[in-house]
């Protein structure tokens, strides 16, 4: 029998490819989840559609739901112009939205944006400082060697203030820079041993001791096919598995290839291996691409992830 984790187990969402509105698609499957009990949904940043507006515009739509991007770039956006974005997404969500950023590199900013960061943890610290200071007051005066930006007058707009802030973190200096400037960490493809023995204890470095939000991205598949899904979700992780980043997670890992850390099976398999996630250290949990078993078993695993979640009437 499965049992509900002590934590919220969120989804990622995508438009789906027959849909005719792109927007209007991701509304529907935002309240279809919510209905189902799952708590929070999650936008990544692509260059289709804009994450915090989506998030905005689903946390509207849908009340009662937690909203977040997982995760917007840093490089091509000035942090002064996503806080805006943030508070904006935050007051139309009631106070439930959160921020998730994090650094590309200018390998891949540059051909795309035409720009690029040359110190990626500098650039990451101050970005954060910024945010940091507009959720918390309206006001900005930094001047950095990476960053300027100065409000020209009070910028915050009725229930914008304090919305949440997650950096995508793997690297020993970047979960520093999170633990001391953000709320926390929102990695993704890292393995339940690289939460409890990188991630969490990286983030207590930054914040000197004080409880941080880790909030675990998983590929998440309900099925009686593992292995026919497995063969489907492969080439969609081939990437990460050139990523050096991720690839020395995957060596501490001890896995070849990041398929192996893909949640697919039934019900009792998939919340016995999100337990563990738990156990090591995750405040959270999303599952994202959960379409690539097909539609039968999206809802099926959308109908676990509301089982799953901790009661929302016990807080």
């Known amino acids: 029998m499965v049992s509900r984790l002590p934590v919220d187990v969120g989804v990622a969402l995508w438009q789906r490819a027959d849909a005719v509105d792109h927007v209007g698609d991701i509304v529907g499957q935002a309240r279809t989840v919510h209905g189902l009990g799952v708590p929070a949904v999650w936008f990544g940043q692509r260059q289709d559609h804009d994450a915090p507006t989506l998030a905005a515009v689903v946390g509207a739509q849908v009340p009662g739901l937690r909203v977040g991007t997982s995760v917007v770039p840093l490089g091509p956006r000035h942090p002064l112009v996503l806080a805006g974005q943030a508070q904006t997404a935050n007051a139309a969500n009631g106070g439930r939205f959160t921020l998730g950023v994090g650094v590309a590199g200018p390998d891949r900013d540059r051909p795309t944006f035409g720009v690029g960061v040359d110190r990626p943890i500098g650039h990451l610290r101050e970005a954060l400082a910024v945010l940091d200071d507009f959720r918390a007051t309206g006001v900005v005066d930094h001047a950095g060697d990476q960053v300027i930006a100065r409000t020209t007058a009070p910028s915050a707009i009725a229930g914008g203030g304090g919305f949440g802030l997650l950096v995508a973190a793997l690297g020993e ?12 960490t929102i990695p993704f493809l890292t393995g339940p041993r690289t939460i409890a023995e ?18 675990a991205g998983v590929v998440v598949v309900v099925t009686d096919e593992a292995d026919r899904v497995r063969d489907a979700v492969r080439p969609a992780l081939d990437f990460y598995a050139t990523v050096p980043s991720y690839r020395s997670v995957f060596g501490a890992e001890g896995i070849a290839h990041p398929i192996e850390l893909a949640v697919i099976g039934d ?22 691409q959960t379409d690539l078993g097909g539609p039968e078993d ?3 695993t959308w109908n676990l992830l509301g089982a799953l979640s901790r009661d929302r009437s016990a807080g």
């Open 173 to 184: 200096q970047s979960l520093r820079a999170a633990g001391e400037l953000a709320d926390g």
């Open 198 to 215: 990188r991630i969490v204890p990286g983030l207590l470095q930054g914040s000197g001791g004080a409880p941080r939000r880790v909030v």
């Open 267 to 288: 019900e009792e398999y998939v919340g016995r291996r999100l337990s563990e996630y738990v156990d090591a250290g995750a405040t959270e949990i999303f599952a994202t």
């Open 298 to 300: 999206q809802r099926r």
